[in-house]
Antibody, heavy 117, light 110 residues
């Protein structure tokens, strides 16, 4: 069965970077796009970007264009999302989600990133 | 890219039907048949309920249905059950490899 398992919670200081991982099982990572979505405390979902299935190319939301990098290591079926220059506004749960038919059919359990001095 | 507009709350009694709207523009909801809907219980990851406006993935009860008219998509939950109480989010493809979510609707089963 398809599973996306994310890395554990992180606490970071303002200005630091964070890298969240998402290990896929039950399917081949390169057969589907992988998206990243975040959710600030008590807020809605926000699409951050995606890494394209076959090419490994990326598309980012304009808001994160200069701070986010999405990568993958196909040898270990793992996708990564790195966000730099963190501020308190980046405190959120970060989800990876498999792309399917222009939606998101499987989601990771989420990774809480807390930015605090 | 602006977020899609959803009502912050909706409610209904068990057995009743409730419809949640999701309004965008001709650049997203109105321009593509790529609206999807997600259910999220507190502290959990979202779960896909509807893909491509009307398609229900395997395992989703047929009480859930989707539709679209112009720039507004809708999710209807029929025969409300207690376990349907959750937050619901719409999402749409917005062209140029960009996606956008709605602000979410809290559904309360009275």
């Amino acid at each position: 069965q398809v599973q996306l398992v994310q890395s554990g919670a992180e606490v970071k200081k303002p200005g630091a970077s964070v890298k969240v991982s998402c290990k896929a099982s039950g399917y081949t990572l390169t057969d589907y796009n992988m998206h990243w979505v975040r959710q600030a405390p008590g807020q809605g979902l926000e699409w951050m970007g995606r890494i394209v299935s076959n090419s490994g190319g990326t598309n980012y939301a304009q808001k994160f264009q200069d701070r986010v990098t999405m990568t993958r290591d196909t040898s270990i079926s793992t996708a990564y999302m790195e966000l730099t220059r963190l501020t308190s506004d980046d405190t959120a749960v970060y989800f990876c989600a498999r792309g399917h038919n222009f939606g998101f059919d499987y989601w990771g359990q989420g990774t809480l990133v807390t930015v605090s001095s | 890219q602006s977020a899609l507009t959803q009502p912050p709350s909706a409610s209904g009694s068990p057995g009743q039907s409730v419809t949640i709207s999701c309004t965008g523009t001709s650049s997203d909801v109105g321009g593509y048949n790529y609206v999807s809907w997600y259910q999220q219980h507190p502290g959990k990851a979202p779960k896909i309920m509807i893909l491509e406006v009307t398609k229900r993935p395997s395992g989703v009860p047929d009480r859930f249905s989707g539709s679209k008219s112009g720039n507004t998509a809708s999710l209807t939950v029929s025969g409300l059950q207690a376990e349907d109480e959750a937050d619901y989010y719409c999402s749409s493809y917005a062209g140029s490899s960009i996606w956008v979510f709605g602000g979410g609707t809290k559904l309360t089963v009275l």
